[in-house]
């Protein structure tokens, strides 16, 4: 059977083999043709390609598929324009989805169906691409009659196998029978075995071996009383096993100091029935170490009678080197005239499993399952006994937190991103050496406890800025995963305990919590050591966060627009800037209020009755007969790569009957480089759709030209910075026009914000600046003083025109 099953998989192996061959070349061609056929506009190739495949009678499926699974050239003609999941039962959408996706040929064979089965990938050129051009060719080759004859043939040489195996069994049976059972039964039936009465046995055999059978027979007979002495002994150790356990038995003989191991005693710990000797020292040996003292204290105190039962859990070395828990358990079954224990019998239970997973139940409530870091029960634990120790040593807690994690996620999958981890988390625990604990508490977020830092808490202090200054490089190290190098960075927040200051443990987490969300806000990549006024920010953050969450119904946001004019001060388009006057608090600054929202929900919501407000003002401006100007608004990363944001956003300007070319969306750097797919999707429907972007602050981010030149942009507006300092050293002039430049090379509008001075205004227009925004050319204003700008821009045209 083994042979027959071996010599299948062999020649099924084969057989995939050379038919995976063939279709991997017969698909090839195909590839090459579709994208010549369709390119071309020639059809018939394809059709006449399928045809001639389709002569093979044991090829079931030829159909290339779209991207939404219609076939639009088959075997069959009656499938075209049909759906594959509906007419082609082999047909997976999934497989099709990640095989164009990868780009990766999928071929294989699949049992269940007993056919060879292909998800081949086209590429076409970009000029051949549409809607309904195909991206993939769907096949599958029936193997079933190749596999039938295959199996006939190996099952026709099996029977033959198997009928010569059979008859060489029952040769080898005759002759054991006639040789050997033959002569052990007249052995067995004879009445030593049946009823004995001392005589010994004499049987007359032709054979040796039953000869010395006999002998030992009649040795055994010669032993017989003697075991009738250690019968009675026998039953009794037996009656107890069979009544306590079915486990290891033990009966100790306190007098001679003799102990009797069943077999399945000595089996428990990996000995034979003949390995190990009967003495009390065989089973002491066997304890552990630091278990010894507790079981000799409890087997002791039974025997003098201070205890009224022996019972005890403990771990005794396995003949391979390991331990094994085990339950064990005993009583005295004889004692002398002066109720002394003479005998005492026990059993022993294997319980190696219910200790591990007592164990590893209670690991696993103390530590994280993704990375085995302790986890916020233990790191608590951990502070509270700092809280209550008497140590006169500081202690710092490290709150470490990934920057943009999520675009990791995002870009490589959930899987890369626990990889990443799992590696940080390596890294970090072989670093740090036994007085550090390392906890994982967030999905990015580790906290490393130090103890034993200098008492004074100034030098435990830069003693703590020291290791995080570590820390981070730690983790700036490259890492390697799915053949990728990634390089992060971390913000961490550093909390340091005094050993005279006893703060509770959750308190001293927000601590370290706090001084990370100051890193955040400074930039990212950063340390920071708690401070008092962290508290006091933090609750003025929250604050204005409630407050905020109430700004729009309560009527206390406004916007004001501030102009942007070409080189000639004509008004180029307006920009629309919020702001919050806060009954209480007055006028609060955007400054404050926008970093604190763009963390949250809440800026989505601020962004469409931004969007909304602007659409109403421009209704009212074309109400007056007036000209409306293109409004610039600012969108936020997290609203803008929102799947649904651009088909929002062009349901709003439609139910607001305004037109998208009336509006530009300002993007920042960080924007661009969230999820980078997503926003180009996001910006090729807005673009089509007439909506101009443009990205702000330009210069302060991260990114990269080639994103820059890879998305749909209409401008270019240069960070504030820049332009303040443009007439300082020959230096800052050089950058801002290599800027502009740059973006008239991709063919951007260049705007320059922040253009407070005559002498700033001209040194852009000697670079080719195209649009001015600042206080130079206009301040920001509300909605009054822009209708009048606007009526005066129309007068002054009308007089110029007459």
Request: net charge negative; glycine share 4%; with cysteine.
């Amino acid at each position: 059977m083994t042979a027959y099953f071996a010599e299948r998989e062999s020649q099924l192996r084969l057989l995939l083999e050379r038919h995976q061959t063939a279709t991997q070349q017969q698909l090839m061609r195909m590839k090459y043709v579709a994208a010549e056929a369709i390119a071309e506009r020639d059809y018939a190739r394809i059709e006449d390609e399928i045809s001639v495949a389709a002569t093979d009678l044991s090829t079931t499926v030829y159909t290339l598929l779209d991207q939404d699974g219609s076939i639009r050239f088959s075997n069959y003609v009656v499938w075209k324009t049909s759906l594959a999941s509906l007419v082609i039962d082999g047909y997976s959408a999934q497989k099709h989805a990640a095989s164009v996706a990868s780009n990766q040929a999928d071929l294989f064979f699949n049992p269940s169906r007993q056919s060879l089965q292909a998800y081949y990938p086209l590429q076409l050129e970009h000029g051949a691409l549409d809607v309904t051009s195909p991206n993939i060719i769907y096949y599958e080759y029936d193997l079933a009659p190749v596999l039938s004859a295959m199996d006939k043939q190996l099952l026709s040489s099996g029977v033959r196998v198997l009928l010569l195996a059979v008859l060489g069994l029952l040769l080898f049976g005759i002759v054991v029978y006639l040789l050997l059972l033959r002569p052990l039964g007249k052995l067995a039936n004879h009445p030593f075995f049946t009823n004995y009465n001392g005589d010994t046995l004499s049987v007359r055999s032709p054979f040796s071996e039953i000869t010395k059978l006999q002998q030992q027979i009649n040795h055994v007979s010669q032993r017989y009383q003697a075991n009738q002495i250690e019968l009675k002994d026998s039953q009794q150790r037996w009656l107890f096993a069979v009544e306590v356990s079915q486990y290891g038995i033990w009966d100790w003989n306190l007098q001679k100091n003799q102990v009797y191991y069943s077999d399945r005693w000595k089996d428990m710990i990996g000995y034979a029935p003949d390995e190990l000797t009967g003495c009390f020292d065989t089973w002491e040996s066997k304890i552990h170490p630091d278990d010894k003292a507790d079981v000799l204290q409890a087997l002791n105190s039974y025997l003098s009678g201070h205890a009224d039962s022996f019972e005890n859990v403990h771990r005794l070395k396995h003949k391979q080197g390991h331990y094994i828990w085990v339950l064990d358990r005993g009583m005295i079954v004889d004692w002398d005239k002066e109720g002394n224990p003479l005998r005492m019998i026990g059993t022993h239970s294997d319980v190696s499993e219910d200790v591990r997973n007592q164990k590893t139940v209670s690991h696993q409530t103390s530590h994280d399952q993704l990375t085995d870091l302790a986890n916020r029960r233990s790191l608590l634990d951990e502070l509270y006994e700092i809280k209550q120790s008497q140590c006169l040593d500081s202690a710092a807690v490290f709150v470490v937190d990934l920057d943009n994690f999520k675009g990791i996620n995002d870009t490589l999958g959930h899987h890369a991103g626990d990889r990443l981890l799992i590696q940080i988390a390596a890294r970090l625990s072989s670093y740090f050496s036994n007085n550090a604990l390392i906890a994982r508490l967030a999905a990015d977020e580790f906290v490393i406890l130090v103890k034993h830092l200098p008492a004074e808490i100034g030098d435990a202090n830069r003693r703590a800025a020291a290791l995080a200054s570590q820390i981070r490089q730690l983790i700036a190290r490259s890492f390697y995963i799915n053949n990728n190098t990634l390089n992060v960075s971390a913000s961490v927040g550093i909390a340091t305990i005094g050993y005279q200051e006893k703060v509770e443990p959750e308190q001293i987490l927000r601590r370290a919590d706090l001084a990370m969300s100051q890193a955040k806000e400074n930039g990212k990549d950063a340390c920071v050591l708690y401070t008092p006024d962290m508290e006091a920010k933090a609750k003025q953050h929250q604050l204005i966060r409630n407050e905020l969450g109430h700004a729009i119904a309560r009527n206390q946001l406004s916007l004001v627009f501030q102009p942007l004019v070409d080189a000639r001060g004509r008004l180029r388009s307006v920009e629309a800037l919020l702001r919050w006057y806060h009954p209480e608090k007055g006028h609060i600054s955007p400054g404050i209020f926008i970093p604190i929202v763009e963390g949250s929900e809440l800026i989505v919501e601020l962004g469409q009755w931004v969007i909304e407000s602007v659409c109403q003002l421009i209704n009212n401006i074309e109400a007056m007969g007036l000209i409306a100007p293109l409004f610039s608004v600012n969108v936020s990363a997290r609203q803008f790569n929102q799947p649904e944001f651009a088909n929002t956003l062009l349901a709003t300007l439609a139910k607001q009957d305004v037109r998208p070319q009336m509006i530009e969306l300002e993007l920042t750097e960080y924007a661009l480089l969230s999820n980078l797919q997503q926003v180009k999707e996001t910006m090729s429907i807005l673009r089509n759709a007439g909506v101009s972007i443009a990205v702000d602050d330009f210069g302060t981010g991260y990114s990269s030209l080639s994103y820059i030149q890879s998305l749909p942009l209409n401008r270019l507006k240069l960070d504030a910075s820049f332009i303040r300092h443009i007439n300082d050293t020959e230096g800052s002039g050089a950058i801002v026009k290599s800027v502009i430049d740059m973006a008239h090379s991709l063919n951007l509008e260049f705007v320059a914000e922040g253009v407070e001075t005559e002498q700033q205004a001209q040194w852009l227009k000697s670079f080719g600046c195209d649009t001015y925004q600042g206080y130079y050319f206009h301040r920001p204003m509300p909605e009054l003083a822009l209708i009048e700008l606007l009526e005066l821009n129309r007068t002054a045209a009308v007089s110029v025109t007459h």
